[in-house]
């Protein structure tokens, strides 16, 4: 189970990966494991990878907490390169991301179905802010225009520490809002993505079980 932690604190503390508060909470380990080649979207990247290795990052260490305003993610994971300035074409920036099921539930293999629509916050260390992205099952990602999250990452010793954050109140359709307030209970997931292994879109490391997530009110 993910607890998130009601705690007084300021946003911008919440939001450095080394802010004090993060310090007194305790992480969660979430094994993750490499998507199945199957379930990749197009048989050129099947065959592609299929002598090739992804989505070795073993775990994500989550830590969770909120100041009755947002709710934040803290994600922390070992990664012997930082890559967060992508180059070319070839080259790849890290990346993590936290699914939650708009509704109650939703298949993860699948990235939703038509009437189970999930949501994902990608964060990137060459973008801005994390993206807002919503599925409806395969092939059927598409990044929202308007973005409510925020988020920081810092690199140091062969480890990311990221966190990523969302106000419970968005003024964005129902449709697209994962549900969120203290006291509630519902579901979330998390992936790795590394770039120094060309890493993107469906290749990446997840848990592919749904997590309790527990919000203290």
């Given at each position: 189970?993910?607890?998130?932690?009601?705690?007084?604190?300021?946003?911008?503390?919440?939001?450095?990966?080394?802010?004090?508060?993060?310090?007194?909470?305790?992480?969660?380990?979430?094994?993750?494991?490499?998507?199945?080649?199957?379930?990749?979207?197009?048989?050129?990247?099947?065959?592609?990878?299929?002598?090739?290795?992804?989505?070795?990052?073993?775990?994500?260490?989550?830590?969770?907490?909120?100041?009755?305003?947002?709710?934040?993610?803290?994600?922390?994971?070992?990664?012997?390169?930082?890559?967060?300035?992508?180059?070319?074409?070839?080259?790849?920036?890290?990346?993590?991301?936290?699914?939650?099921?708009?509704?109650?539930?939703?298949?993860?293999?699948?990235?939703?179905?038509?009437?189970?629509?999930?949501?994902?916050?990608?964060?990137?260390?060459?973008?801005?802010?994390?993206?807002?992205?919503?599925?409806?099952?395969?092939?059927?990602?598409?990044?929202?225009?308007?973005?409510?999250?925020?988020?920081?990452?810092?690199?140091?010793?062969?480890?990311?520490?990221?966190?990523?954050?969302?106000?419970?109140?968005?003024?964005?359709?129902?449709?697209?809002?994962?549900?969120?307030?203290?006291?509630?209970?519902?579901?979330?997931?998390?992936?790795?993505?590394?770039?120094?292994?060309?890493?993107?879109?469906?290749?990446?490391?997840?848990?592919?079980?749904?997590?309790?997530?527990?919000i203290e009110a």
């Amino acid at each position: 189970m993910v607890t998130v932690a009601r705690v007084q604190a300021a946003t911008d503390d919440l939001l450095d990966p080394d802010g004090a508060p993060w310090r007194r909470l305790q992480s969660q380990r979430i094994s993750l494991s490499a998507t199945p080649l199957s379930l990749q979207p197009s048989e050129y990247v099947q065959n592609k990878w299929a002598s090739l290795r992804h989505g070795e990052t073993p775990e994500v260490r989550v830590a969770a907490a909120h100041n009755r305003e947002s709710i934040f993610f803290h994600l922390e994971w070992d990664d012997a390169t930082d890559d967060s300035k992508p180059n070319d074409m070839a080259d790849f920036p890290d990346q993590a991301g936290v699914m939650l099921p708009i509704n109650n539930d939703a298949p993860i293999t699948e990235m939703g179905l038509p009437d189970q629509p999930v949501n994902m916050w990608l964060w990137r260390p060459d973008l801005d802010r994390p993206l807002y992205v919503t599925a409806a099952g395969r092939g059927t990602t598409r990044r929202q225009t308007e973005s409510p999250l925020s988020g920081r990452g810092v690199w140091r010793d062969g480890a990311w520490r990221v966190v990523i954050s969302r106000p419970f109140n968005v003024g964005l359709p129902a449709a697209l809002v994962v549900p969120l307030a203290p006291g509630m209970t519902h579901k979330c997931t998390f992936a790795v993505w590394q770039g120094s292994n060309k890493e993107r879109g469906g290749l990446k490391a997840y848990q592919p079980v749904w997590q309790p997530l527990e919000i203290e009110a």
